[in-house]
């Protein structure tokens, strides 16, 4: 199986001469081609800012990354933002779509903005939108709509030019629980069907129960990981919440 991520001995240190704190230390880990992998730990523990890391928008201060084999660490900004185009999705936590487009506007944006061929546009929305279920609203503006419809709409923006990784920040945080659901479903179907490969931040277990692989960090470092297999969702819930409870992660369930 093709290896998307692979980050070796990523270090991040913030500050200069004695007044310097150590965000993340010897972090470690691969995550391979269709996969769905949370990232989890105690706040402070360093997930933002190895999201951060990951999405180019921050620069470790040693390590390497590479991302469907690619190092982007010491790209120009040009190539910094065609990399992020190219080979990156985003699912925020408060969806940043825009309010003067439509959601069929905003999902396709990502692709007006690389000139892509307007036929193949209609085609990759008309797919993605049927995938995660807003055929319906496509018309409509992002005030019209639910949080639960905003964050699929972000989703199929994030999905629309097909990245190598998804990068998904807590992307069920301010949705009830209906709407979560229906998007980890949704995530979990695109990454089972469509291959498609996922990296979520979250402090909710139940949230992480729909991923393949749960990596813990604390205080910076690597702590362990925990892997789904053959288990039921119900049961993997449960091994998730018993490593919270020893690196004293809370979790807050949708």
């Not at 991040?12 to 949370?38: C, H, M, P, R, W």
């Not at 807003?134 to 419809?149: K, T, V």
């Not at 030019?161 to 998804?166: A, D, N």
């Not at 209906?178 to 469509?194: D, I, P, Y």
Request: net charge negative.
């Amino acid at each position: 199986m093709k290896t998307i991520v692979e980050v070796t001995n990523i270090k991040k240190v913030y500050g200069s001469n004695s007044q310097t704190f150590t965000a993340l230390d010897k972090i470690d880990f691969t995550v391979q081609k269709g996969e769905f992998v949370a990232i989890m730990g105690p706040s402070g523990a360093g997930k933002t800012t190895l999201l951060n890391i990951l999405a180019t928008i921050d620069e470790p201060t040693s390590g390497e990354i590479l991302i469907d084999g690619i190092s982007f660490l010491n790209m120009k900004e040009k190539q910094l933002a065609r990399f992020r185009r190219d080979k990156l999705g985003f699912i925020f936590q408060d969806y940043n779509l825009l309010d003067t487009l439509t959601v069929k506007d905003n999902i396709l944006l990502p692709l007006a903005l690389s000139k892509m061929d307007a036929t193949e546009i209609e085609n990759r929305v008309e797919i993605i939108a049927r995938r995660l279920g807003i055929q319906a609203i496509l018309e409509q503006y992002p005030y019209q709509i639910s949080g639960g419809q905003k964050q699929r709409t972000a989703a199929a923006r994030a999905m629309i030019t097909k990245p190598s990784l998804i990068l998904a920040d807590e992307p069920t945080g301010a949705l009830d629980s209906k709407s979560a659901t229906e998007l980890l479903e949704s995530l979990q179907e695109l990454s089972q069907e469509e291959q498609a490969t996922i990296l979520m931040v979250t402090h909710d277990a139940l949230a992480a129960s729909y991923c393949q692989r749960v990596l813990y960090i604390k205080d910076g470092h690597f702590f362990t990981e925990i892997v789904k297999g053959k288990t039921s969702r119900k049961e993997f819930f449960q091994k998730i919440l018993d490593v919270l409870s020893v690196i004293g992660g809370a979790n807050d369930v949708i």
